[in-house]
């Protein structure tokens, strides 16, 4: 996998230019118990320092995958301004 626009550095991601490559990813999806409509909002699944970024199939960015919420340094509107992904 890649990121466009950052870089991870444990624990969270900084933004930088150009793709990197990300380390060895585990993916783990977890039901919400108790939610009444399996679809969440963003505003739901952020926190503070965190953000909900799409993962696309690939570079050209057509077809998204899955969505996931990830650590973030820095302010989360930095990273909607630079459309940070990433692709699988």
């Known amino acids: ?3 466009h626009g ?3 550095e444990d624990p969270a991601l900084h933004l930088v230019d150009g793709v990197s ?3 060895l990813v585990y993916l783990r ?3 919400k118990i108790g939610t009444s409509s399996s679809i969440e909002s963003a505003s739901d699944l952020e926190t503070v320092g965190s953000i909900l970024l799409p ?3 690939n570079e ?3 077809d998204v995958l899955f969505s996931c919420v990830l650590k973030i340094e ?3 509107v930095d990273f909607v301004k630079r459309s940070i992904a990433l692709t699988a």
Request: charged letters at 40%; aromatic letters at 14%.
């Open 1 to 3: 996998m890649s990121i």
């Open 6 to 8: 950052a870089r991870f």
């Open 21 to 23: 490559k990300l380390p």
């Open 29 to 31: 999806w977890e039901k």
């Open 55 to 57: 993962v696309y199939l």
């Open 60 to 62: 050209d960015r057509s």
């Open 74 to 76: 820095g302010d989360r």
